[in-house]
């Protein structure tokens, strides 16, 4: 089965610059942040202890865990330099958002 892009939220819903919001899209919890002016969107758990990032701030291209302040980049999900989190394509059409898990 092929992958799809699923309309996750409206334009409205996203997050402001340098934040962060939880979104749920097929039983799954994806973060989404804004980050330069663009959306990114990840897997919604930090991979220290499970800490909720969609409930983080943006610090740079970051996204800080509120748990424990580990940082995950939030484009490509890194930790450290090492891949961590999964990231989801994400677009837009019209009002609405659209994710690929």
């Not at 509120?66 to 677009?91: C, I, M, S």
Request: charged share 25%; aromatic share 6%.
């Amino acid at each position: 089965m092929i992958p799809e892009f699923r309309r996750v939220t409206s334009l409205g819903q996203l997050p402001g610059e340098g934040l962060a919001r939880e979104f749920t899209l097929d039983g799954r919890i994806i973060c989404i942040a804004k980050v330069n002016d663009e959306y990114c969107a990840l897997d919604n758990v930090c991979p220290h202890r499970g800490g909720p990032l969609g409930q983080g701030l943006v610090d740079g291209t970051k996204i800080t865990c509120p748990w424990h302040g580990w940082q995950v980049e939030a484009k490509t999900g890194e930790v450290n330099g090492q891949p961590a989190v999964a990231v989801y394509d994400l677009r837009i059409e019209g009002d609405d958002v659209l994710v690929k898990i």
